[in-house]
Each structure stands twice: as structure tokens, then as C-alpha cells.
């Protein structure tokens, strides 16, 4: 059996599926390929009244890739995870090499939210979120759409979807249509810091006002 590693990691990605394990105290992974797949449409993320009110009071910072070690935790930190020590280190791998990046929600200097997930080609692959405060993921999820958008991304995986998600936009669709996605948005190139900046509020909302 291959030893599995971070090349490996984003070799699977680009074959459409992904790594879990049954328990933060499970050493052992499985690959996952659903038959239907959770996709958040760039040109489809929902900003409600009450989000956008929440981004113009400017109660949280937000930040990317200053703190992906301690997102990854933050998503992990639940009674029931699927990240495990490998797959702590092997995302911590992925970024430390460019490949993985995290968005930051942060409170009064306190991380309270967060999002993480793998870039590949003009795919970019969700993998958890975390929210210790009122409407902090939605936040992480609106900065994050709007910088793969201004990046050039054409696919965003959020592996299964939840009602949470779907209340932003996220849909389903099947297998054989994802995969189609993949390899078109695996061909074109797209970049996460291609703008560095993190934008004001108004920024996102208008610019998702816009493409919705």
C-alpha cells in the first residue's frame, strides 16, 4: 500500500475524492467519493439581509492563511471529527506548501470562526468550518467566496451539503456532473493571492450582489 502523503493527498483531489476517518482516535483513513456531491456555486452564495447587516456592523476581522493550524483545530475541536492527528498533519503539510489555506474570523483579538480547505488548479476543495460565535462561519463563507471568485476559481467542493450550507447556496449534484466540473476547472489556472488584500465588507456584498 502507498504511503499516504501530501503529493498523494492532492493526486486523490484531482480523481475527485477525499480522506476521512471514522474518529479523532482512529489512525486508519478511507477515501470518499459520493454519489452525490455538495458544491457551493461561485456565482450562487446567498448573502441574507441579516449576514449583510452583520458584515456592515464590522464586529469581526478577518484574516486568510495567518492562522491554519488553529483553524484546522477549531474544526476538529467538536464531539464527533473526522480529523485525525494524519490528517491534522497532512493538511498542515498541504499548506505549508501553498496548497492549503484557511480564512480567519476573529472577535475582540479572539479566534471565533474559520474555514479551511485544498486549492488545485481553478478548484478549490472545502473541507470543514467552525463557529463560536453568531453567524462567524457565514462570514468565513462570504470572504471566502469572494476571494476565489476575484482569484479565478470555477468549482468550490464542500464535499456533502447541510442545511446550513444550503441556506448559502450550496446544491447538490451527481457524481458524474462533479467530476465534469473537476476536470474543466482542473485545466484552467486560478490563484488565492491573487489579491492579497482583504476587502471591506461593502466590497463582498456588492460584488456577490452583482453575480447572484
Known amino acids: 500500500m502507498q504511503e499516504l502523503s501530501a503529493e498523494l493527498l492532492l493526486s486523490a483531489y484531482a480523481q475527485g475524492v477525499f480522506p476521512m476517518s471514522e474518529s479523532r482516535d482512529d489512525p486508519a483513513l478511507f477515501w470518499v467519493d459520493p454519489q452525490m456531491r455538495g458544491v457551493l456555486p461561485l456565482d450562487g452564495f446567498r448573502i441574507s439581509r441579516s449576514l449583510a447587516k452583520t458584515l456592515r456592523r464590522g464586529h469581526f ?28 498533519d497532512l493538511y498542515a503539510q498541504l499548506h505549508d506548501q501553498g496548497d492549503a489555506h484557511s480564512v480567519e474570523v476573529w472577535q475582540d483579538g479572539n479566534l ?51 442545511p446550513h450550507l444550503a441556506s448559502l447556496g450550496a446544491v447538490e449534484i451527481s457524481r458524474a456532473t462533479y467530476h465534469a466540473q473537476l476536470v474543466r476547472a482542473l485545466a484552467c489556472p486560478a490563484s488565492f493571492n491573487q489579491d492579497p488584500d482583504v476587502p471591506c465588507a461593502q466590497d463582498v456584498i456588492q460584488r456577490n450582489a452583482q453575480t447572484s
Do not use: H, P
Not at 493550524?69 to 471529527?81: F, I, L, M, S
Open 112 to 162: 471565533v470562526g474559520g474555514a479551511y480547505g485544498v486549492a488545485l488548479g481553478a478548484a478549490f476543495f472545502g473541507e470543514s468550518m467552525f463557529s463560536l460565535a453568531t453567524d462567524a462561519s457565514k462570514v468565513a463563507l462570504a470572504y471566502l467566496v469572494d476571494r476565489l471568485r476575484r482569484g479565478g476559481f470555477m468549482l468550490c467542493d464542500t464535499q456533502f451539503i447541510t
Open 61 to 88: 476581522k478577518v484574516t486568510f492563511d495567518t492562522a491554519f493550524a488553529r483553524v484546522v483545530a477549531g474544526c476538529a475541536d467538536r464531539d464527533e471529527t473526522w480529523i485525525n492527528a494524519t490528517i491534522f
